[in-house]
C-alpha cells in the first residue's frame, strides 16, 4: 500500500536527480579547456513503480509511479572513433620527428655558395690546373696548401654539423623512452584504480579520460594496439609484445650499444630482446639517427676518402721543387696499427679479421682490350654475396662497370698506372665497420693472372676479412693493398703537416725514370686537377660533381616527402579530432541549456515538494476534532 508520505520521498529523488544534473554541468563547464576531457551526462530513469506483480500487490489500477533515479553518469564517447585516432597517431608522431630532423640536414647543406664544400673543391681544383701552369712557382704551392686547408675544414664542418644533429636523435631516443615508460607506467596505475571502481558500480569517468590521454599520447611514440577483450585487464601491446597488461608495466631500456659507435640501443627491460618499431615517434628518430643521418656521414666520408687515396695516388709519383717524391699530399689515420689490416673484433685477444679497405692488382691493364677468359667472380653485398660473370668478349672496361653496377660492397677502377684496384665501400648495417673489403673471389682467372690481384681461383684462393692475415690470399709479388681508415676520415684527415712546413715538396711533374721532370713539367698537377672530372667512383657514383648532385637531390627529395607526409597526416588527425570534438567536446552553449533545464527542474521538484508539506499539514493538524 502507497504510504502518505510518499509524495515526499517522490520530491526527494527528483531534487536529487536535478542536483547532480546540475553539479555534472558544473564539472564540464570546468573541464571545458581540459585536454582529453570528454563531456558527461546524467542519465535519468523512473524508479521501479508499485506495485510488482505478485499476489499480496493491492487492488489498485495500474502501477504507482514513485519519481525518478540517477541511473548513471556517463560521458559521451565514441570509442570506434578514438581507436581510429590512436592507429593514426604514431604516423603523424613519425612525420613530425622526421620532418623536423631532415629540415636540420637540409640546413647543413643549404650552405653559402662562396664557402659551400662544393665551391671550396672547386677552387682546389683551380689551384691545382693553376700550379699545372706554373709548376716551378713557389705561390702557387702555397695556393694549394691553403685551399687544400681551407677544404679540409669545410668537409671536417659539415661532418661536426651531421654528427652533432646524431648526437641530438641519440639524446632524443632516451628521453623519448623516459617518456614512454612515464606514460606506461601511468596507464597501469589508471587501469588499477579503474578496476576497484568499476567493481564496486561506479563509473570512473574522469580516470577512463586521463587513460585515453596518456594512450593517445603513447601511440605518438610508437605503434600500439589496445585489447580490450577481458572487460577486466585493459591490454597494450607493440611489437609483438604486451607493453601493459592490466596494472602490470613492462619497461624498455636503452644500453650503449657497441657495434653502433656506442649509440644508445633500445631493448626490453625483461630479457634485453632489441625492439622494432614500424611507426611513431621513436621509430622516426631511431630510423633517422641509424639511416639517413648516418647515410649521410657515411656519403660524406666516402667522398672523403676516395678524395684523398686519388690526390695521394697521383702526388705520391710526382716530384716537387726540390726534388723529392714519395709524399702524401694529404694524411688520414689507419684503424688499425697492424701492416696486415689484422684486427681484434670481438675483443678476445686474438685477431680474427683484416680490415683492408684498398686492393691494387700487380698488372697494367688497357681498358678497350678484350679478355679471352670466362669466368665469375663473387663479392660480398649489403645481403650476402653477389656473383659478376665475365666472357671472352668482355673489355676491361665493361667489366669494371660490371662490378661497380652489381650492388656489391666494392667498387672498381683502374689507377694512374693503369692498374685495377677494387675499394670498400660504406657498410650498410652499423654491425659491420666502413671501408672493409669482406670478400672477394674469382671461378676464373680475371682477378688472378689477368689483373694480379689474388694468388688462386675458387673458394679456396677467395679473400675473405673475417680470419687474419686474409692478405696472404692477394698475389705476393706487385699486389698493393691499403688498411682501412680510422672511423669517420671526413673529421680527422688533413693537409700533410711536412708540406705546410715545406711549400716547395709539392709535387707538380711526374718525371721520368725515377728523375723530377724538366723545368715548366706540371703533368702530376694536371693529372691532380683532372680528378676533378674523371670516373672515380665515389662508391656507386660516378664522379666528385656526381656525388654533390646526387647528395643535395636525396635531402630536398626527403624534405619533400616529409613535408608532404606530414601535412597529409595532420590533415587526417585534425578531421579526426575535430570529429571527437563535435561528440566529446564541451559545448558552453548546449551546457548552458542544459543547465537551465535543470534548474527548472530542481525549481518544479521543491515547489512539490511544499505542494505536499501544506497537504500533510492539513492532514495532520487541521483534520479531527
Do not use: C
Not at 551546457?591 to 492532514?619: C, N, P, W
Amino acid at each position: 500500500m502507497q504510504s502518505t508520505f510518499s509524495g515526499i520521498e517522490l520530491g526527494k529523488r527528483s531534487l536529487l536527480a536535478q542536483n547532480r544534473g546540475l553539479q555534472t554541468i558544473g564539472h564540464n563547464l570546468s573541464n571545458a579547456s581540459v585536454d582529453g576531457y570528454s563531456r558527461q551526462r546524467v542519465e535519468l530513469q523512473p524508479t521501479d513503480p508499485l506495485y510488482r506483480p505478485q499476489l499480496n500487490r493491492a487492488e489498485t489500477p495500474g502501477q504507482i509511479g514513485q519519481g525518478v533515479d540517477i541511473a548513471r553518469v556517463e560521458r559521451i564517447k565514441d570509442m570506434l572513433l578514438e581507436g581510429r585516432i590512436v592507429s593514426q597517431a604514431s604516423g603523424e608522431g613519425y612525420w613530425e620527428a622526421h620532418d623536423k630532423y631532415v629540415l636540420m640536414l637540409e640546413q647543413v647543406y643549404n650552405e653559402p655558395a662562396d664557402i659551400s664544400v662544393r665551391n671550396l673543391m672547386d677552387h682546389f681544383w683551380d689551384s691545382w690546373q693553376e700550379l699545372s701552369l706554373f709548376p716551378e712557382q713557389l705561390a702557387a704551392r702555397q695556393s694549394v696548401l691553403t685551399r687544400g686547408t681551407t677544404l679540409i675544414e669545410g668537409i671536417q664542418l659539415r661532418y661536426q654539423e651531421l654528427e652533432q644533429i646524431r648526437t641530438m636523435l641519440n639524446d632524443e631516443v632516451k628521453i623519448a623512452v623516459a617518456e614512454i615508460n612515464q606514460l606506461t607506467t601511468g596507464i597501469a596505475a589508471l587501469n588499477e584504480e579503474i578496476i576497484k571502481v568499476q567493481a564496486a558500480g561506479d563509473n570512473p569517468n574522469d580516470w577512463l579520460d586521463r587513460r585515453d590521454l596518456l594512450v593517445e599520447r603513447l601511440s605518438g611514440y610508437i605503434n600500439i594496439t589496445i585489447n580490450t577483450s577481458d572487460p577486466d585487464e585493459f591490454n597494450v601491446h607493440s611489437g609483438g609484445y604486451q607493453l601493459v597488461q592490466g596494472a602490470v608495466a613492462h619497461r624498455f631500456d636503452t644500453v650503449d650499444d657497441r657495434e653502433n659507435e656506442g649509440f644508445a640501443k633500445v631493448v626490453w627491460g625483461e630479457g634485453g630482446e632489441t625492439t622494432q618499431f614500424s611507426d611513431g615517434k621513436l621509430a622516426a628518430l631511431l630510423e633517422l639517427r641509424d639511416w639517413d643521418v648516418r647515410g649521410q656521414i657515411q656519403g660524406l666520408d666516402n667522398m672523403a676518402v676516395n678524395f684523398v687515396d686519388l690526390v695521394n695516388e697521383i702526388h705520391r709519383d710526382g716530384y716537387g721543387l726540390n726534388g723529392e717524391s714519395g709524399r702524401d699530399f694529404f694524411v688520414e689515420y689507419p684503424f688499425v696499427n697492424n701492416v696486415l689490416g689484422n684486427y681484434d673484433r670481438n675483443g678476445d685477444g686474438e685477431f680474427e679479421s683484416s680490415y683492408i679497405y684498398r686492393i691494387t692488382g700487380a698488372n697494367v691493364l688497357d681498358p678497350q682490350q678484350q679478355i679471352g677468359l670466362s669466368g665469375t667472380m663473387t663479392f660480398s653485398a649489403p645481403r650476402g654475396l653477389v656473383t659478376v660473370n665475365y666472357r671472352p668478349t668482355d673489355t676491361v672496361g665493361d667489366i669494371i662497370n660490371r662490378i661497380n653496377y652489381s650492388s656489391s660492397e666494392v667498387v672498381a677502377r683502374l689507377d694512374n698506372s693503369g692498374r685495377l684496384t677494387l675499394k670498400a665501400t660504406p657498410a650498410e648495417t652499423a654491425s659491420d665497420p666502413d671501408f672493409v673489403i669482406r670478400y672477394a673471389a674469382d671461378s676464373g682467372q680475371f682477378l688472378i693472372g689477368y689483373a694480379g690481384l689474388l694468388e688462386n681461383s675458387g673458394p679456396e684462393g677467395a679473400y675473405a676479412w673475417s680470419q687474419a692475415d686474409a692478405v696472404s690470399a692477394l698475389r705476393a709479388d706487385g699486389t698493393d693493398f691499403a688498411v682501412a681508415p680510422l672511423a669517420h676520415p671526413s673529421g680527422w684527415i688533413g693537409v700533410n703537416p711536412e708540406l705546410m712546413r715545406q711549400p716547395a715538396a709539392v709535387a707538380a711533374s711526374n718525371g721520368t725514370a725515377g728523375r723530377p721532370g724538366e723545368p715548366g713539367d706540371g703533368s702530376a698537377a694536371l693529372a691532380i686537377a683532372s680528378i676533378r672530372n674523371t670516373p672515380v667512383m665515389v662508391g656507386q657514383i660516378y664522379s666528385f660533381d656526381d656525388y654533390f648532385a646526387d647528395t643535395i637531390a636525396d635531402v630536398a627529395l626527403k624534405g619533400e616527402e616529409s613535408r608532404i607526409a606530414l601535412g597529409t597526416q595532420q590533415a587526417i588527425m585534425k578531421d579526426l579530432r575535430d570529429t571527437r570534438a563535435s561528440i566529446s567536446g564541451v559545448n558552453i552553449d548546449e551546457e548552458i541549456a542544459q543547465m537551465i533545464k535543470f534548474q527548472h527542474g530542481y525549481s518544479a521538484a521543491a515547489r512539490f515538494i511544499t505542494t505536499v508539506d501544506q497537504m500533510l499539514d492539513t492532514i495532520i493538524n487541521r483534520m479531527g476534532v
